[in-house]
């Protein structure tokens, strides 16, 4: 009788133990393994590298959810073109804001040669897609100064969170432009949601507006969503709105802040 049951003991764990190989965690637990708080890190690197120069040339990319292929081989040419100084990547690298998608896309950014950092888009923030965004890369709203240049990074996807918070964040906008040094002369606003999409709240696009117009030396606006290329004055009034083509229409953005204050921009084909 003994014998039998120190059969049952061994089978038993020997049961359990081959089982928890089955166990699987849910795509929404936001157990993240490797490195995080991705965007204090490059911005810091950004503003040390940056410092003093008055030409700059940046890239984006955007909308990246699923082409992991067309993604890898969009890093893989920037990274052979050798002079772009960082990357912006303006939201939507996941599809469902799962774990493992925010892993996957994170390890191919860091096969960058050059700094880069991330905004959400509308896909990220679905499920705990905001909270593992938070913890990968960092706020959702945040900014930056690269030479002469200050780059304000927003979160427009005002849809995702039912309007229920303040989506543009108008507080951070004031207090972001109230604490600009003195020798940022130019500003470049980038968003993953434009005014006028589905996502932003038009309610107050014209607010919006008119307060990013405050920040010194406005050259343009960059987004993502709508996964073609294209280029809008939304508001007739002269600011353009740059919106970059998805991953799977292989192409991405590169810009030129010029030393006389002007600015020019190519449509990269891949």
Known sequence: MKTKKN??????ALLFLSSCDMIDYHPYDGRIEGPHGLNAWNIARIEESCRGKNHIRFAIITDTQRWYDEMKIALADINARGDIDFVL???????????????LQRDLLLRLNV??????????CLGSGENIFRYVFGEPNFSFNAGDTHFICL???AFEYDYSI?????????????ALPPEVKRTVAAMHSQPTSEQFNNNVSDLFQEEIKKFPGLQF???????????NDLYGDGVL???CG??????????????DGTYSYEVVEY
């Open 246 to 259: 998805a991953a799977k229409m292989r192409e991405y953005l590169v810009f030129d802040l010029n030393e």
């Open 89 to 103: 990547h303006t939201g939507d690298m996941t599809d469902f804001g799962m774990t493992n998608e925010f892993e």
């Open 221 to 231: 606006c960059v987004c993502g969503h709508g996964h073609h290329t294209q280029v």
């Open 115 to 124: 700094p880069f950092v991330v905004l959400i888009g509308n896909h990220d």
């Open 7 to 12: 059969l049952f003991v061994f089978f038993s």
């Open 241 to 243: 709105y740059y919106e």
């Open 155 to 157: 979160n427009t996807n």
């Open 166 to 178: 303040s989506t543009p964040d108008f507080r951070f906008i004031r207090d972001d432009r109230t």
